[in-house]
């Protein structure tokens, strides 16, 4: 199955999708997604591929999960995804062992809250303050984008603590990241959301202040940019 799944993700490869994945993505030599290989294939696409193999044994999606090519490894991360509500404890383990594969920010995102965040749900949060405070991006990223689980049952506190670890962080991709769960948070509750910014918008790095106030007025959003609140 294994071998099947990997021609049918080579047939599908476009490459002037791929070169623009790996400009868009931040491949080249320094960047966030350096070493990084694109099939250029499209998430849909991956989609379909994942859920015709959706029994692939985990020695088979750690295969996937330990290539450089960023398609394997997205497909890898929708099987798990799809085998996880049968098998949470043991998805959410094997998950776990393999940030070092989840390595970039739309694998981060496709995948996090849906293994890691609803495995947390009714338990310990311990480890997403531990990979909040981690020196690797794609772990910081992962502790943050985990906690949308929780906002959509409308537990802020987690994300709310998490959003402060990251406060100070230098990296761009966690700006974004913080400031998009500030702005679901506000969705569901802004009194929430407004005390936050009361506390912490004077030091809020600009990008996360923005998307955190995005859904505000013009004239909130002005005042805060301006820091006039």
Known sequence: MLNELKKELRELSNETQAKTLQRFFKTGKGEYGEGDIFLGIKVPVQRKVAKKHHNLELESIQNLLNSKIHEYRFTALVILMNQYP???????????????????WDLVDVSAPRIVGDFLLDKNRKILYELAKSENLWEKRVAIISTFAFIRENQFEDAIKISEILLNDSHDLIHKAVGWVLREIGKKDKKTLENFLKKHHKQMPRTMLRYAIEKHSDDERRKYLKKEI
């Open 86 to 104: 049968k098998n949470k404890e043991k998805i959410f383990n094997f998950y776990l062992k393999n940030l070092k594969n989840i390595n970039n």
